[in-house]
């Protein structure tokens, strides 16, 4: 997802700065980075690009039609869905912010202003991570950005597996 990122000056991870780049990204993949689902063997992998900590309403409704397959589907996500085993990970007296999609407000209020506005929720994002979280068939959500190695559980019961950058992992499915 990283991919989109605008480097150089101060420029933070927003939507914008993914939209400079999306035309040239996308030419190199065979799908839409931002969305894309392969079905294997009987698995519904659904990949969706968050990594500006917000999803957008198409996401939303393709994911909605994806459900409507009736596979199991492995999420694959940049940034993790909040949790607070996630959140308790991430948040530290180094770093103030978590890093996290749909952080409950009471606990954004000592992040840095400028990561505040970056990743507090959208009207969309809630409605996406409420939607992924009553979704029997989604049954794990895969994930990166923090580089840390980690197993979390969503608030539905789902496991969350989040994939750090200085190991190789082997994940059974069963």
């Known amino acids: 997802n990283h991919d989109f990122r605008v480097f150089g000056g101060m420029e933070y991870d927003v939507p914008s700065s993914r939209e400079k780049n999306l035309e040239a990204v996308n030419s190199l993949y065979r799908n839409d980075v931002r969305f894309f689902s392969r079905e294997i063997n009987g698995v519904n992998i659904v990949g969706i690009d968050d990594a500006y900590y917000r999803f957008e309403a ?8 994806e459900i409507e397959k009736g596979l199991p589907i492995i999420l694959a996500l940049h940034v993790p869905l909040y949790t607070p085993s996630c959140y308790d990970l991430m948040v530290n007296e180094k770093r103030k912010d978590a890093s996290l999609i749909c952080v409950p407000e009471d606990k954004m209020q000592l ?3 400028e990561r505040y506005e970056q990743q507090k929720e959208d009207k969309i994002t809630r409605e996406m991570y409420d939607f992924i979280l009553s ?8 994930c990166g950005h923090v580089h840390k190695n980690f197993e979390a559980v969503l608030p539905n019961g789902v496991p969350q597996i989040i994939t750090g950058t200085e190991t190789a992992r082997i994940i059974e499915i069963s």
């Not at 198409?58 to 039609?65: D, I, N, P, T, V």
């Not at 979704?135 to 895969?142: D, G, N, Y």
Request: hydrophobic content about 40%.
């Open 58 to 65: 198409f996401q939303l409704e393709k994911l909605k039609k």
């Open 111 to 113: 992040y840095p202003p």
């Open 135 to 142: 979704q029997e068939l989604i049954k794990l959500v895969i």
